[in-house]
């Protein structure tokens, strides 16, 4: 069954959730491993973005790159695609998860 309580509850939520803080603290993390010579067990993040989404703010975008120079984020912008990436640029997607390891 499909519970539109725990929808609303998950949607009032979200804006209240700090991605940036998350990304900066598997950052922290991946240095840590890094640091004790563990590589194998370093975390790496790929975030797709849609190029199309107005939620990409240059701001957003900047912090993005900031984030980027921990050395554990890699991003990717599929600039055709809206919010569902995986239907406005599958191929785009698919190419991407290939460059990063994923087997299909």
């Known amino acids: 069954a499909f519970d539109l309580g725990v929808v609303r509850d998950v949607l009032e939520d979200f804006p209240r959730q700090d991605f940036a803080g998350m990304l900066?603290?598997?950052?922290d993390r991946h240095a840590e491993v890094?640091?004790?010579?563990?590589?194998?067990?370093a975390s790496r993040v790929n975030l797709v973005m849609a190029g199309k989404?107005?939620?990409w703010t240059e701001v957003v975008r900047m912090?993005?790159?900031?984030?980027k120079k921990m050395g554990h984020l890699d991003a990717?912008?599929?600039e055709e695609?809206?919010?569902w990436v995986h239907?406005?640029?599958?191929?785009?997607?698919?190419g991407l998860m290939g460059k990063c390891g994923f087997k299909q």
């Not at 900066?24 to 950052?27: A, S």
């Open 63 to 67: 912090e993005i790159e900031d984030i």
């Open 87 to 94: 239907v406005d640029d599958l191929e785009g997607l698919m």
């Open 76 to 78: 990717h912008v599929l």
């Open 53 to 55: 989404n107005r939620s």
């Open 81 to 83: 695609a809206g919010h």
């Open 24 to 27: 900066r603290d598997v950052g």
């Open 34 to 41: 890094s640091a004790s010579g563990d590589e194998a067990e």
